[in-house]
């Protein structure tokens, strides 16, 4: 069945709110298919709704992982980079949750059954669900601010050898006028020469992200 595209008239009137379509998304996803194959590959959904592009962008993602399924050395790692390579700015705090929730699930959802009974697995889950928090952020994209009107603060999450991420902070803002591409990091995983927010963390392995505070 379909998901719907439009919520509610007043949504429609008050927001602009129309949801796009899978078949259209997928279109316009090929057009960038060089980077949709590239688990590494940021990308920024500025109006991102409840998730229909970021959804289709992961689905294509865990595609690539599919190779790595039976190590879980190989799987997880290569899982945070896909997951944590996914931006997305949302105006209603409805959507917003509704798309860290179906990616969160959907990554469940795909996650190969032989390797859930792992010690890892709780900790992965953790780490996942910490890093979509941080990712798919309710604010405006046209003003840069989060609701309660501070700038909204982008991670970058960057493996520095196989098993330990650096955590960067970036202004949106700087982003959105620094760089107008597809991806806010170049191929080797770099800023588009953005400026940071002067916050850098020391490296942890990726299964304790989650431990992070602000």
């Known amino acids: 069945m379909a998901k719907a595209q439009v919520k509610t008239r007043k949504r429609v009137a008050d927001h602009g709110e129309v949801f796009t379509n899978a078949r259209e998304v997928n279109a316009m996803l090929d057009l960038v298919k060089d980077q949709c194959d590239r688990l590494e590959a940021t990308f920024l959904e500025p109006a991102c709704g409840d998730g229909n592009f970021l959804i289709e962008i992961l689905n294509r993602k865990l595609l690539l992982l599919s190779r790595y399924k039976r190590n879980a050395d190989l799987y997880n790692p290569k899982l945070i980079v896909a997951v944590s390579s996914i931006y997305g700015v949302e105006l209603l705090e409805d959507?917003?949750?509704?798309?860290?929730?179906?990616?969160?699930?959907?990554?469940?959802?795909?996650?190969?059954?032989?390797?859930?009974?792992?010690?890892?697995?709780?900790?992965?889950?953790?780490?996942?669900?910490?890093?979509?928090?941080?990712?798919?952020?309710?604010?405006?994209?046209?003003?840069?601010?989060?609701?309660?009107?501070?700038?909204?603060?982008?991670?970058?999450?960057?493996?520095i050898n196989t098993v330990k991420v650096k955590i960067r902070c970036f202004?949106?803002?700087?982003?959105?006028?620094?760089?107008?591409?597809?991806?806010?990091?170049?191929?080797?995983n770099q800023p588009q020469q953005i400026s940071t927010h002067n916050q850098e963390f020391k490296p942890i392995h990726y299964l304790k992200l989650y431990t992070y505070a602000d």
Do not use: H
């Open 95 to 159: 959507n917003a949750k509704d798309c860290r929730k179906r990616l969160y699930n959907r990554v469940v959802e795909a996650y190969p059954k032989y390797l859930k009974s792992s010690k890892e697995y709780p900790e992965l889950l953790k780490t996942i669900d910490f890093i979509l928090k941080k990712n798919i952020i309710c604010g405006n994209a046209l003003d840069y601010t989060k609701a309660d009107g501070s700038p909204i603060i982008f991670y970058q999450w960057q493996f």
């Open 171 to 188: 202004d949106f803002e700087v982003v959105a006028q620094s760089s107008k591409q597809t991806t806010m990091f170049d191929e080797y």
